[in-house]
């Protein structure tokens, strides 16, 4: 059984766990004088769904603890309460659950509380680009709750029907592309989604792409440096000849564009296939999973898209029990568990990742290939990421220079170019000093 | 009169109609296609609402899909989020009734001192009032926001009802109404008969004012029922939401990449069906008073 | 107060308690309206006026940075760009808009057409489906791919409509906002000609002026001061647009951009960008472009105002 | 006693001086008229004694107690106004009872005095409707019945009968008259109907720009105009103010005649040419063009008179009036 070491030193079994759960009414019931004074009340922002059920399961698992959750909206709106908090100095959370490319910008607003005195003892649980995530060295501000690490769904009828093996380079991929709409002029290899600054990101990661990073006091800005400009040089010779699309993502077209085979691919994250099987209904048995194509097929290397993580606010008035909060939801078994077979998460504990159960789940949607495996796989290869202390600004700037650029104002090169010098303009008008 | 003249009148009568009868037919004709513009974005609403989430991209718009899912659709709807939906529908009915009345009293009160007493400052209120309508939504909400997050106020349904009771349009329209609408004398005529000023305003001027006070009262509860920026920006919990922000926030979760997006195109779709109900009633019933009112203030 | 600055306070003898409360009854009728417009409209006001004479950083906090923010929001390609989008957007919509809104009112008061009640009902009907729901749903007839009037085109081999692109996206957008405002502006045409007295028409009649001679005439110039407020409103209404063009946002990334309005561009300055004071600077600089549009053109309307 | 005393009564808004300095005595039980043309002042004054507008300074007493500052309901007067001001929404009996509501007066006792004045005024058939449904008259009636339930010491009309027919004004003159009769109480009432106030009151006061011309009965209002101003505006058709050099040599700025005091005949003073004839039956009124400037003539009976007629006029001995450059009247030329 899988013991876990909680920060208040409580120790507890799986089997103990279930008891409790099982009992959670009784527990639930027991007066305050029972346990000997009232739990301490951690109030916890998230917008994961049906979270209730993993924090039921904490509420009756610590009796001394109870997590009021909130669900305070997805992603920005969130973030601007926890601004607007910030600003007040009042109204904040304990718990947060923020988004991986969000953690630098809060950092910088000094936001979080260092948890490391607790959270260190569960460093080897996770992969290391994972853990690189939330912790900078000793210091560790957030538990990783769920990932994103990057492959390709692909539509292995499509790609039968025109002859087309899986690219495993970008160079196989360009050269199916063109294929592929040469052949049929209704299908394009994918829908490049230029107007998300994480795609392009999660792209750009596994080539080392450092565009916002910290020298000492300084702030390198190296946004449209060479691995930029390859990687636009090479998109651009795509768009240029018509054999992608470039539309935005995640509306009725793009699911429509998915389900109905105008697209053969979908470059995503490991959140993806099951997202895919609750829309693409018609074309459910044809898709595969397969790697991210290769830049350098001597080193392996993926980035990541999505996924977010508990942060500890340093405003919290119960720094032990909040870090208990964030790194029990993050960490124990049957509730991460439940993560990917309730909410559908990417796991990120190297456990779940290992564990047969969930990598070696064949699915029917992917004709009965097991494709967490290749999941997996990207998430030991993800390699280390600099995020910038304003993420929000930058993936702003991206968004809309490369539509901008799109809709035709300039290549692609040209968008990294503008964005270089928004963001040095930006990064220079909130005081940092820029190398 | 002779026949010929008779019959010559009776060519030109009767042609005089047929014109007048194939005009009113183009004129009807011309009418229908803005009808029909106006309809169709409804019409589609309708349909899709009937539809599977795989029928809403698959099958013709405007045309019925393969099966006909509303009933699962409506039970997906209520039982989405814990039910969610209901109670966003009833906080939208919540605050835009509460701002509705608040702003139908108090730009009555407010139009009433304008229009009918002489005192110091009236004419710069006035002017403030009708400079408010300028002012442009982030010009205020964002600093509201900022307030309400320092007065401890944000995520407070108060934030979004507060705000919505005032209506400089309504205490423009009041003023204007009661200037034109409402006689000096009968209020010196109560005066002399000793009612006192808020016998007066409660037993005079409230009854007589009552159509405008609708019109007001519409202008605003429509005005908050469709209201989107302002409670975006207040309300965070979802809990406390209206309906527009409710939807958008399920919209946006189908636009959404990186996790935790979620295809909810017909739940959407049938959410934006079922809310625009109450206020499509509220227009059926009180439609009549749209008109008395809004004459008050376009005419001066 | 108010009745000590009266020159002749003192020679009057004491009052009855009734009569102060008749002089404050003003200020108790206008108090409740007059609190909430200066806690939620004043009060915001100034603050956003102190605010946006600081400047918020990253780095160091909050700095006074007195009038820069305006300066820097003369010089501010996305804000003005944002405003001439809309004026361009303005020119198109608002004359579409208002002069179907006026046909239409003039026909339905003639009664010169069948079935008027469901006409104007029929018309006003999208008034009542909220600005992000009618958003929604155009976003959804405009897909370029599985849109439904990409499915007709292509039913009749016709190019399809792409109705997201970059040329086209201010008119899908204007054609959302017509959408919503032609029968809320046709009512208040309507109730305004409702009030003509109706000898009036019959006197052109006499007078020998075709139906077209009266609507320009006599309805046209009487139906003057309802046709400025609603273009005072539209100009207001298209110079704050937000709504729309912020859920455009999810399907035509590509096309409308953060600062695509001017109200889009206060919200994400002071949201991704957690630019506040410059927010709210850019705010007050569009409340002053809004303003002066409405002042110019009530001077410019007013001395080419039809006669009366 | 409730006689109505104002005195030094001046009204002013902003720079505007409405009433410069009035002093006014309305005796008990009078019938007082304010008459003079409209913005003279007179409903302002009337709004002042009402307790409605508040004077700038000065007093006014009601029956010796000085209510310059009391409230309107306290100062024991009632007040018809022009436009009846009834309350829309409430019936005629509601109407009637709504003072009485409003002091909380026991509703057997309201309900009797709704009964009598209904009975008073005929109006027992209407209690129930609303004013739209009635009549001018009605209305009228209505307006004066929620007068009289108030037991006041001291009527106000402004204007009332002005939003009515000719033929349902002169029914309503002799209705306000029996009325007066039957209650003796204080009536001030203002028109700028010089008929209205010739007929009705027992003390007219002239007033023109804020300030009274003259106070007196009718009668000797109109044999005796104290200034060139009342001459004109009592009487009808307008008397004839004639400025020729003749008169002026005597010291006199103006002569005025009435039309009735024209006499035609061959040796008249002065030629003139028809220009319009009025004939009303009982008598004729005849506009001329005559060399001491436009004349009015009223003659008795059906005289056969056509425009363009050529003839002479002079004044009746004893009844010239005369008129000094200020507008005062003047015993006779003075030399």
Same mark, same amino acid.
């Given at each position: 059984?899988?013991?876990?070491?909680?920060?208040?030193?409580?120790?507890?079994?799986?089997?103990?766990?279930?008891?409790?759960?099982?009992?959670?009414?009784?527990?639930?019931?027991?007066?305050?004088?029972?346990?000997?004074?009232?739990?301490?009340?951690?109030?916890?922002?998230?917008?994961?769904?049906?979270?209730?059920?993993?924090?039921?399961?904490?509420?009756?698992?610590?009796?001394?603890?109870?997590?009021?959750?909130?669900?305070?909206?997805?992603?920005?709106?969130?973030?601007?309460?926890?601004?607007?908090?910030?600003?007040?100095?009042?109204?904040?959370?304990?718990?947060?659950?923020?988004?991986?490319?969000?953690?630098?910008?809060?950092?910088?607003?000094?936001?979080?509380?260092?948890?490391?005195?607790?959270?260190?003892?569960?460093?080897?649980?996770?992969?290391?680009?994972?853990?690189?995530?939330?912790?900078?060295?000793?210091?560790?501000?957030?538990?990783?709750?769920?990932?994103?690490?990057?492959?390709?769904?692909?539509?292995?009828?499509?790609?039968?029907?025109?002859?087309?093996?899986?690219?495993?380079?970008?160079?196989?991929?360009?050269?199916?592309?063109?294929?592929?709409?040469?052949?049929?002029?209704?299908?394009?290899?994918?829908?490049?989604?230029?107007?998300?600054?994480?795609?392009?990101?999660?792209?750009?990661?596994?080539?080392?792409?450092?565009?916002?990073?910290?020298?000492?006091?300084?702030?390198?800005?190296?946004?449209?440096?060479?691995?930029?400009?390859?990687?636009?040089?090479?998109?651009?010779?795509?768009?240029?000849?018509?054999?992608?699309?470039?539309?935005?993502?995640?509306?009725?077209?793009?699911?429509?564009?998915?389900?109905?085979?105008?697209?053969?691919?979908?470059?995503?994250?490991?959140?993806?296939?099951?997202?895919?099987?609750?829309?693409?209904?018609?074309?459910?048995?044809?898709?595969?999973?397969?790697?991210?194509?290769?830049?350098?097929?001597?080193?392996?290397?993926?980035?990541?898209?999505?996924?977010?993580?508990?942060?500890?606010?340093?405003?919290?008035?119960?720094?032990?029990?909040?870090?208990?909060?964030?790194?029990?939801?993050?960490?124990?078994?049957?509730?991460?568990?439940?993560?990917?077979?309730?909410?559908?998460?990417?796991?990120?504990?190297?456990?779940?990742?290992?564990?047969?159960?969930?990598?070696?789940?064949?699915?029917?949607?992917?004709?009965?290939?097991?494709?967490?495996?290749?999941?997996?796989?990207?998430?030991?290869?993800?390699?280390?990421?600099?995020?910038?202390?304003?993420?929000?600004?930058?993936?702003?700037?991206?968004?809309?220079?490369?539509?901008?650029?799109?809709?035709?104002?300039?290549?692609?090169?040209?968008?990294?170019?503008?964005?270089?010098?928004?963001?040095?303009?930006?990064?220079?008008?909130?005081?940092?000093?820029?190398? | 009169?002779?026949?010929?003249?008779?019959?010559?009148?009776?060519?030109?009568?009767?042609?005089?109609?047929?014109?007048?009868?194939?005009?009113?037919?183009?004129?009807?004709?011309?009418?229908?296609?803005?009808?029909?513009?106006?309809?169709?974005?409804?019409?589609?609403?309708?349909?899709?609402?009937?539809?599977?989430?795989?029928? @809403?991209?698959?099958?013709?718009?405007?045309?019925?899909?393969?099966?006909?899912?509303?009933?699962?659709? @409506?039970?997906?709807?209520?039982?989405?989020?814990?039910?969610?939906?209901?109670?966003?529908?009833?906080?939208?009915?919540?605050?835009?009734?509460?701002?509705?009345?608040?702003?139908?009293?108090?730009?009555?009160?407010?139009?009433?001192?304008?229009?009918?007493?002489?005192?110091?400052?009236?004419?710069?209120?006035?002017?403030?009032?009708?400079?408010?309508?300028?002012?442009?939504?982030?010009?205020?909400?964002?600093?509201?926001?900022?307030?309400?997050?320092?007065?401890?106020?944000?995520?407070?349904?108060?934030?979004?009802?507060?705000?919505?009771?005032?209506?400089?349009?309504?205490?423009?329209?009041?003023?204007?109404?009661?200037?034109?609408? @409402?006689?000096?004398?009968?209020?010196?005529?109560?005066?002399?008969?000793?009612?006192?000023?808020?016998?007066?305003?409660?037993?005079?001027?409230?009854?007589?004012?009552?159509?405008?006070?609708?019109?007001?009262?519409?202008?605003?509860?429509?005005?908050?029922?469709?209201?989107?920026?302002?409670?975006?920006?207040?309300?965070?919990?979802?809990?406390?939401?209206?309906?527009?922000?409710?939807?958008?926030?399920?919209?946006?979760?189908?636009?959404?990449?990186?996790?935790?997006?979620?295809?909810?195109?017909?739940?959407?779709?049938?959410?934006? @069906?079922?809310?625009?109900?109450?206020?499509?009633?509220?227009?059926?019933?009180?439609?009549?008073?749209?008109?008395?009112?809004?004459?008050?203030?376009?005419?001066? | 107060?108010?009745?000590?600055?009266?020159?002749? +306070? +003192?020679?009057?003898?004491?009052?009855?308690?009734?009569?102060?409360?008749?002089?404050? !009854?003003?200020?108790?009728?206008?108090?409740? *309206?007059?609190?909430?417009?200066?806690?939620?409209?004043?009060?915001?006001?100034?603050?956003?006026?102190?605010?946006?004479?600081?400047?918020?950083?990253?780095?160091?906090?909050?700095?006074?940075?007195? +009038?820069?923010?305006?300066?820097?929001?003369?010089?501010?390609?996305?804000?003005?760009?944002?405003?001439? %989008?809309?004026?361009?957007?303005?020119?198109?919509?608002?004359? /579409?808009?208002?002069?179907?809104?006026?046909?239409?009112?003039?026909?339905?008061?003639?009664?010169?057409?069948?079935?008027?009640?469901? *006409?104007?009902?029929?018309?006003?009907?999208?008034?009542?489906?909220?600005?992000?729901?009618?958003?929604?749903?155009?976003?959804?007839?405009?897909?370029?791919?599985?849109?439904?009037?990409?499915?007709?085109?292509?039913?009749?081999?016709?190019?399809?409509?792409?109705?997201?692109?970059?040329?086209?996206?201010?008119?899908?957008?204007?054609?959302?906002?017509?959408?919503?405002?032609?029968?809320?502006?046709?009512?208040?045409?309507?109730?305004?000609?409702?009030?003509?007295?109706?000898?009036?028409?019959?006197? !052109?009649?006499?007078?020998?002026?075709?139906?077209?001679? *009266?609507?320009?005439?006599?309805?046209?110039?009487?139906?003057?001061?309802?046709?400025?407020?609603?273009? /005072?409103?539209?100009?207001?209404?298209?110079?704050?647009?937000? %709504?729309?063009?912020?859920?455009?946002?999810?399907?035509?990334?590509?096309?409308?951009?953060?600062?695509?309005?001017?109200?889009?561009?206060?919200?994400?300055? +002071?949201?991704?960008?957690?630019?506040?004071?410059?927010? !709210?600077?850019?705010?007050?600089?569009?409340?002053?472009?809004?303003?002066?549009?409405?002042?110019? *053109?009530?001077? /410019?309307?007013?001395?080419?105002?039809?006669?009366? | 006693?409730?006689?109505?005393?104002?005195?030094?009564?001046?009204?002013?808004?902003?720079?505007?001086?409405?009433?410069?300095?009035?002093?006014?005595?309305?005796?008990?039980?009078?019938?007082?008229?304010?008459?003079? $043309?409209?913005?003279?002042?007179?409903?302002?004054?009337?709004?002042?004694?009402?307790?409605?507008?508040?004077?700038?300074?000065?007093?006014?007493?009601?029956?010796?107690?000085?209510?310059?500052?009391?409230?309107?309901?306290?100062?024991?007067?009632?007040?018809?106004?022009?436009?009846?001001?009834?309350?829309?929404?409430?019936?005629?009996?509601?109407?009637?009872?709504?003072?009485?509501?409003?002091?909380?007066? #026991?509703?057997?006792?309201?309900?009797?005095?709704?009964?009598?004045?209904?009975?008073? &005024?005929?109006?027992?058939?209407?209690?129930?409707?609303?004013?739209?449904?009635?009549?001018?008259?009605?209305?009228?009636?209505?307006?004066?019945?929620? =007068?009289?339930?108030?037991?006041?010491?001291?009527? &106000?009309?402004?204007?009332?009968? =002005?939003? &009515?027919?000719?033929?349902?004004?002169?029914?309503?003159?002799?209705?306000?008259?029996?009325?007066?009769?039957? &209650?003796?109480?204080?009536?001030?009432?203002?028109?700028?109907?010089?008929?209205?106030?010739?007929?009705?009151?027992?003390?007219?006061?002239?007033?023109?720009?804020?300030?009274?011309?003259?106070?007196?009965? #009718?009668? =000797?209002?109109?044999?005796? $105009?104290?200034?060139?101003?009342?001459?004109?505006?009592?009487?009808?058709?307008?008397?004839?103010?004639?400025?020729?050099?003749?008169?002026?040599?005597?010291?006199?700025?103006?002569?005025?005649?009435?039309?009735?005091?024209?006499?035609?005949?061959?040796?008249?003073?002065?030629?003139?040419?028809?220009?319009?004839?009025?004939?009303?039956?009982?008598?004729?009124?005849?506009?001329?063009?005559?060399?001491?400037?436009?004349?009015?003539?009223?003659?008795?009976?059906?005289?056969?008179?056509? #425009?363009?007629?050529?003839?002479?006029? =002079?004044?009746?001995?004893?009844?010239?009036?005369?008129?000094?450059?200020?507008?005062?009247?003047?015993?006779?030329?003075?030399?």
């Amino acid at each position: 059984m899988t013991k876990i070491f909680s920060p208040l030193g409580r120790t507890m079994q799986r089997r103990d766990f279930l008891k409790v759960a099982g009992a959670s009414a009784a527990v639930a019931a027991l007066p305050a004088a029972v346990r000997g004074a009232e739990p301490v009340k951690v109030l916890l922002w998230s917008w994961v769904p049906d979270l209730q059920l993993q924090v039921d399961m904490f509420n009756a698992a610590h009796p001394g603890i109870k997590i009021e959750l909130v669900n305070a909206g997805q992603g920005d709106p969130e973030y601007q309460a926890v601004r607007a908090g910030l600003q007040a100095g009042s109204g904040l959370p304990d718990v947060v659950q923020i988004e991986y490319q969000h953690l630098e910008s809060f950092r910088q607003l000094d936001a979080f509380a260092d948890m490391g005195q607790y959270a260190n003892a569960h460093k080897a649980a996770f992969p290391e680009a994972t853990w690189k995530q939330v912790a900078k060295g000793d210091v560790v501000n957030a538990m990783p709750q769920d990932t994103g690490p990057m492959a390709m769904l692909y539509r292995k009828d499509i790609f039968d029907k025109h002859g087309i093996t899986p690219p495993t380079t970008w160079a196989e991929f360009a050269d199916a592309a063109k294929k592929v709409h040469a052949a049929d002029p209704n299908v394009f290899i994918t829908d490049a989604l230029f107007s998300s600054g994480d795609w392009v990101t999660a792209l750009l990661w596994p080539m080392g792409w450092k565009p916002v990073s910290r020298d000492g006091d300084k702030l390198v800005i190296n946004i449209n440096d060479k691995i930029a400009k390859d990687f636009a040089a090479y998109w651009q010779e795509l768009i240029t000849a018509g054999v992608i699309e470039t539309k935005p993502g995640f509306n009725n077209e793009w699911y429509s564009g998915l389900d109905t085979g105008r697209y053969a691919t979908w470059l995503t994250a490991g959140w993806g296939p099951v997202f895919l099987t609750s829309f693409a209904k018609t074309s459910a048995g044809q898709w595969r999973a397969a790697d991210l194509p290769q830049w350098d097929t001597s080193k392996f290397a993926t980035g990541n898209w999505g996924g977010s993580s508990l942060a500890v606010m340093k405003a919290t008035q119960h720094l032990p029990e909040a870090a208990e909060v964030a790194i029990w939801l993050c960490t124990d078994p049957e509730a991460t568990k439940l993560y990917t077979t309730k909410q559908f998460f990417f796991p990120c504990t190297s456990a779940l990742l290992s564990s047969p159960e969930w990598a070696g789940n064949k699915m029917d949607f992917y004709g009965g290939q097991a494709v967490n495996e290749v999941f997996a796989k990207s998430a030991n290869a993800v390699t280390p990421f600099e995020w910038s202390p304003f993420q929000s600004f930058l993936y702003q700037s991206m968004s809309d220079e490369f539509g901008a650029s799109i809709g035709g104002k300039g290549t692609l090169s040209d968008a990294f170019d503008r964005i270089q010098d928004a963001v040095v303009t930006y990064a220079k008008e909130q005081g940092f000093t820029v190398a | 009169m002779t026949a010929t003249t008779d019959i010559a009148t009776f060519i030109a009568a009767k042609r005089r109609r047929s014109e007048q009868r194939r005009s009113r037919i183009m004129l009807t004709l011309l009418l229908s296609l803005f009808l029909l513009y106006s309809f169709m974005p409804l019409a589609y609403l309708v349909l899709s609402a009937t539809k599977t989430n795989g029928d @809403l991209f698959t099958t013709f718009g405007f045309g019925f899909g393969t099966e006909f899912n509303l009933w699962q659709n @409506l039970r997906d709807l209520l039982a989405r989020d814990n039910g969610v939906f209901m109670r966003w529908m009833f906080n939208s009915l919540l605050y835009s009734t509460v701002a509705g009345l608040g702003a139908a009293i108090l730009a009555t009160a407010a139009g009433y001192a304008l229009a009918k007493f002489k005192f110091v400052g009236r004419n710069l209120i006035f002017a403030l009032v009708l400079g408010a309508v300028m002012i442009p939504q982030t010009a205020l909400v964002v600093p509201t926001f900022l307030l309400l997050a320092l007065s401890g106020l944000s995520d407070n349904p108060l934030g979004v009802i507060l705000p919505s009771m005032i209506s400089p349009i309504g205490v423009y329209l009041m003023r204007v109404y009661m200037e034109q609408g @409402l006689d000096n004398e009968l209020l010196d005529a109560a005066r002399i008969e000793g009612a006192g000023e808020f016998v007066i305003f409660r037993a005079i001027v409230l009854p007589l004012v009552a159509p405008g006070m609708v019109t007001v009262a519409l202008l605003s509860f429509v005005g908050t029922w469709n209201n989107y920026f302002l409670p975006l920006i207040v309300l965070r919990s979802p809990q406390y939401q209206p309906i527009t922000v409710g939807l958008a926030t399920w919209y946006q979760l189908a636009q959404q990449g990186g996790g935790g997006g979620q295809v909810l195109f017909s739940i959407i779709i049938t959410g934006a @069906l079922v809310s625009i109900i109450p206020v499509i009633i509220v227009f059926l019933l009180l439609q009549r008073f749209w008109q008395g009112g809004l004459t008050a203030g376009a005419i001066k | 107060m108010v009745l000590s600055n009266s020159p002749a +306070a +003192a020679t009057r003898p004491a009052r009855s308690g009734g009569s102060t409360l008749r002089k404050l !009854a003003p200020y108790l009728f206008l108090g409740p *309206f007059l609190l909430l417009f200066i806690a939620f409209i004043i009060a915001p006001l100034v603050y956003a006026f102190y605010i946006s004479l600081y400047r918020d950083t990253l780095v160091g906090g909050r700095q006074f940075a007195g +009038a820069a923010s305006y300066i820097k929001v003369m010089g501010d390609a996305k804000f003005w760009g944002g405003v001439w %989008n809309l004026v361009l957007f303005g020119t198109v919509q608002m004359p /579409i808009m208002l002069g179907l809104a006026l046909l239409f009112a003039i026909v339905l008061d003639r009664g010169q057409v069948y079935a008027k009640g469901l *006409f104007r009902l029929g018309f006003f009907l999208p008034y009542a489906v909220p600005s992000v729901i009618a958003t929604i749903i155009w976003g959804y007839l405009y897909g370029p791919t599985f849109g439904p009037f990409t499915q007709m085109a292509k039913a009749f081999n016709l190019p399809p409509p792409d109705f997201l692109s970059p040329g086209a996206m201010i008119f899908s957008l204007a054609n959302i906002v017509t959408w919503e405002y032609v029968g809320y502006n046709m009512v208040i045409y309507y109730a305004a000609l409702k009030a003509i007295p109706s000898d009036l028409a019959e006197a !052109a009649r006499v007078e020998g002026a075709s139906p077209w001679q *009266f609507a320009r005439l006599i309805q046209l110039p009487l139906l003057w001061p309802a046709i400025l407020l609603t273009i /005072i409103f539209s100009i207001n209404g298209t110079l704050q647009l937000f %709504n729309e063009p912020y859920l455009m946002r999810f399907l035509a990334r590509n096309t409308v951009n953060s600062s695509y309005t001017p109200n889009l561009y206060a919200y994400s300055l +002071a949201t991704s960008n957690q630019q506040y004071g410059y927010a !709210a600077a850019v705010s007050f600089v569009l409340g002053i472009v809004i303003a002066s549009a409405s002042y110019i *053109f009530t001077l /410019i309307t007013n001395r080419r105002r039809p006669e009366q | 006693m409730t006689d109505v005393a104002i005195r030094s009564l001046n009204k002013t808004f902003g720079a505007l001086e409405i009433i410069p300095d009035l002093n006014l005595n309305v005796p008990d039980g009078s019938f007082t008229v304010l008459v003079g $043309p409209s913005g003279c002042g007179k409903s302002t004054l009337l709004r002042m004694i009402a307790g409605l507008e508040q004077p700038t300074r000065g007093s006014i007493a009601i029956g010796g107690t000085d209510v310059t500052y009391e409230e309107p309901s306290k100062r024991g007067i009632s007040m018809v106004f022009q436009s009846y001001a009834l309350f829309p929404h409430m019936t005629v009996g509601q109407n009637i009872d709504f003072g009485m509501r409003i002091a909380k007066v #026991p509703k057997e006792e309201r309900e009797k005095k709704v009964a009598y004045a209904a009975g008073v &005024l005929k109006l027992e058939k209407l209690l129930d409707r609303k004013p739209s449904a009635l009549s001018g008259g009605q209305r009228q009636r209505v307006a004066i019945g929620r =007068s009289i339930v108030r037991d006041p010491k001291v009527f &106000l009309f402004d204007e009332p009968l =002005s939003n &009515l027919d000719a033929a349902l004004r002169g029914q309503m003159r002799v209705e306000l008259a029996e009325l007066h009769q039957r &209650l003796k109480a204080t009536m001030i009432y203002v028109t700028h109907d010089q008929v209205e106030a010739m007929t009705l009151a027992d003390q007219i006061v002239v007033m023109n720009a804020g300030r009274i011309e003259q106070i007196g009965d #009718p009668l =000797s209002l109109y044999e005796k $105009p104290e200034t060139e101003f009342v001459a004109t505006f009592i009487g009808s058709p307008k008397m004839n103010l004639i400025k020729t050099a003749d008169t002026q040599a005597m010291g006199v700025a103006t002569i005025g005649i009435r039309p009735e005091h024209l006499e035609v005949c061959d040796a008249g003073k002065w030629s003139a040419v028809v220009r319009v004839v009025e004939k009303l039956g009982n008598e004729a009124i005849a506009y001329l063009d005559s060399e001491v400037g436009d004349l009015t003539l009223r003659l008795v009976g059906t005289p056969a008179l056509k #425009p363009g007629d050529q003839l002479r006029m =002079s004044p009746r001995d004893g009844h010239v009036h005369y008129f000094d450059q200020h507008g005062r009247r003047m015993a006779g030329p003075s030399s």
